[in-house]
């Protein structure tokens, strides 16, 4: 026992700390390298798409069409952009077209500013109502006493582990079903249930908008996400609003909500990118012209009668539609990333 | 204010339902705090302190018993309609509010009549901020300030809106030793100044008996003892409060009574009359002990701690109940470090005797 304690414990000398130092440094330097090749090489494959979108975009439909296509346009037509962001008649006013705007925007089908309006209404409304939902039930399962708390948060998470397909088919029973109370309801609220007269309407407020909002208003994974992050808050803070005599919602408001508010940025992002990004359901309830949402818009458009894609102006579009996303990625980096770590995969 | 407690008890039920266990965390408390004093409750953690503070400022119901201000019955009025400032042990400040915001904030509850303008909050902020000396740090967030400093901030966001009582929670307890006893005098100071009746818990005798006009010592819910810190010192009521309070501790043995004499192991130590034949804690404090050539206690001497105006004598009894004897002797008493044993006289008025089973105190004529 002693001779090998003895031997373990020799000096290192002076020589073997050169080596093993210079061994190191080897072994990092090749580690660095091989780190950096393959972040590189990810890079690479995650950007392409989006490198391939802009160049598609700025192409000519011949030139997209090439057998062996082009890494950089032969020649640049920024028409495929201005083509869709200047109306049609406003250019022919102005004599514009066959200079900034080509002959065959007439017969452009995507209007993107309905599109846009829709897709804005729609993420703000349900970011807005989805956010104090979330917020007053995180705080009821945080921070209030009520019987019954335990069992219900654990019934809601429970719920998260149902696949969201499961039950799309028996939402979409609910809010499509003719004389239903969903879209009686809702179109009732329209027009608020006849009081100014059968033409009265709000804007906006209509069965197909509110099947859009509706029912992804709550989600249990924000209301959990939130919950952990009021539990943080500590108890006493509560304890001296109360000696103080501040209510429940004066100390959410002043207390809670500043103190959880990187988390509730998160919430609203990752909810805004949803809403942005929805495809399938939209396209169930909301396929019509009046309330058609960006993604199904960008879907739907640039096919001409014999059902070819003008590919390019349609890749100019979705450059456009990307650009918002990409503008609150930048400036809210932090927050997506937060939320998203906290999410594990979401986002 | 006057704060009177009326057989105060707090039971709160299991956490396990199936076992129907109880925890009485406070048992049929019963006493008044005067106008104007500074009140430590006293007690080991786990005692009910804490629960009677939250029981005095409302955030806890008592189980029964009534809570009084003044003439005023207060048991079932909610912690804002008792005028009480509360301070926490971790200060609770609001992390996302400046000095000044958490200062005001108590003063933007206020409703009806006692609504007060943004001027008027500014300046009782300031008032308060200036009587704790931290006007110089009003627009800092809390995390910008040390802990004395929050304990501060924490003391004026209390006294902001003229509280009739404070209530200080182990308001000591998360600083460290030098600014607890400058923060310890501080506390005094501001008491004195503003005259509004504390009470503070503690865990921690030396504070405790430090500023407090009155000391309430509790354990396992149940009232000790209550008095001025020296009285308590002086006259312990029972065993638990003699081991309690003073540093170093007590010196406690095994003894006996025979015919009107105290016997430790077999020394006889001292004369006690009118106590029948029974065996008996003995607790001796410290500076109880005179060394003496003749003395009847006889100890052995480990070795001598020297702190300049006295020394530590530590040393070993067969029948003390501690592994040692401490006692605490004018260095003018010159001892003989080389020696085995110590012989102790010792002074009545520092020895108690304490009935072996209830550990409650005998008390005997010293001949």
């Given amino acids: ?347 | 204010m006057k704060v009177e407690l009326q057989n105060l008890t707090k039971i709160f039920p299991s956490r396990n339902k199936k076992s129907g266990g109880e925890v009485t965390a406070v048992n049929d408390f019963t006493f008044t705090i005067p106008d104007g004093m500074l009140v430590g409750l006293l007690g080991p953690s786990g005692c009910g302190k804490s629960t009677t503070l939250y029981m005095i400022s409302g955030l806890q119901k008592p189980s029964s018993g009534k809570i009084f201000f003044g003439d005023e019955d207060v048991t079932e009025l909610s912690p804002e309609n008792r005028g009480v400032g509360l301070v926490f042990q971790n200060y609770a400040l609001y992390p996302h509010l400046t000095v000044k915001q958490n200062i005001m904030f108590p003063l933007q509850n206020l409703r009806g009549t006692d609504k007060l303008s943004k001027q008027e909050m500014q300046e009782r902020a300031l008032e308060a901020a200036k009587l704790v000396q931290i006007d110089e740090l009003m627009d800092r967030k809390p995390s910008e300030l040390s802990g004395g400093q929050q304990q501060r901030v924490a003391i004026a966001r209390a006294l902001v809106k003229m509280p009739r009582v404070l209530l200080l929670d182990e308001p000591l307890s998360n600083l460290d030793a030098r600014l607890r006893l400058q923060t310890r005098e501080e506390i005094r100071r501001i008491q004195k100044e503003t005259g509004i009746t504390t009470v503070f818990v503690t865990h921690d005798q030396e504070e405790a008996m430090s500023i407090s006009d009155m000391i309430v010592v509790m354990k396992l819910g149940v009232l000790q003892q209550i008095g001025k810190p020296q009285d308590i010192y002086d006259d312990p009521t029972n065993l638990f409060v003699a081991k309690f309070l003073g540093t170093p501790p007590i010196n406690v043995f095994n003894g006996k009574v025979e015919n009107g004499t105290l016997y430790i192991g077999n020394d006889a130590v001292l004369e006690v009359g009118g106590v029948d034949d029974q065996p008996v804690w003995v607790g001796i404090r410290p500076e109880g002990f005179t060394p003496d050539d003749n003395g009847a206690l006889v100890c052995k001497l480990n070795n001598v701690e020297v702190m300049g105006r006295d020394v530590s004598v530590v040393s070993t009894h067969e029948a003390s109940a501690n592994p040692i004897v401490r006692s605490i002797v004018n260095a003018d008493n010159k001892i003989d470090v080389t020696a085995e044993n110590i012989k102790y006289s010792l002074k009545p008025h520092k020895v108690f005797i304490f009935n072996k089973e209830t550990e409650e105190r005998i008390y005997f004529e010293v001949k």
């Fill in chain 1, 1 to 347: 026992m002693e001779n090998n304690s003895n031997s373990s414990l020799k000096v290192m000398k002076e020589k073997d700390i050169r080596k093993v130092a210079s061994t190191q440094k080897v072994a990092k330097v090749f580690g660095q390298i091989l780190v950096y090749t393959f972040l590189g090489i990810m890079a690479l494959i995650v950007l392409f798409p989006f490198y391939f979108m802009i160049i598609s975009s700025l192409k000519s439909l011949e030139e997209y069409r090439l057998a062996v296509p082009t890494l950089i346009p032969q020649s640049w037509k920024f028409q495929n952009y201005t083509d869709i962001l200047i109306p049609f008649e406003m250019a022919e006013a102005n004599g514009w077209v066959g200079t900034l705007v080509s002959p065959e925007a007439a017969t452009n089908d995507f209007d993107l500013f309905t599109l846009f309006r829709n897709t804005m209404f729609v993420g703000i409304v349900s970011t807005i109502l989805s956010l104090v939902i979330t917020v007053l039930s995180a705080f009821a399962f945080a921070r209030l006493n009520f019987k019954g708390k335990n069992a219900l948060f654990a019934a809601l998470l429970g719920t998260m582990m149902i696949p969201g397909e499961l039950f799309t088919i028996t939402n979409y029973a609910t809010v499509m079903t003719k004389g239903g109370w969903f879209p009686t309801f809702f179109n009732g609220l329209g027009n608020m249930f006849g009081l100014f007269g059968p033409d009265f309407r709000i804007p906006f407020v209509d069965s197909s908008f509110a099947a859009l909002i509706v029912p992804f208003l709550v989600s249990v994974f924000y209301i959990y996400l939130l919950r952990q992050n009021f539990l943080q808050i500590p108890n006493e803070l509560y304890l001296a609003a109360k000696v103080d005599g501040t209510s429940d919602i004066k100390y959410l408001c002043k207390v809670m909500i500043p103190l959880a508010l990187p988390t509730i940025i998160s919430i609203t992002i990752l909810k805004m990118m949803g809403a942005w990004n929805s495809y399938m359901w939209p396209r169930l309830v909301a396929n019509d012209d009046a309330h058609r949402l960006i993604t199904n818009g960008l879907r739907n458009a640039f096919n001409d009668v014999s059902g070819n894609t003008d590919y390019p102006r349609q890749m100019a579009a979705v450059a456009l539609v990307s650009l918002p996303l990409f503008l609150v990625f930048i400036f809210f980096r932090k927050y997506i990333m937060k939320g998203v770590s906290r999410s594990g995969i979401k986002g």
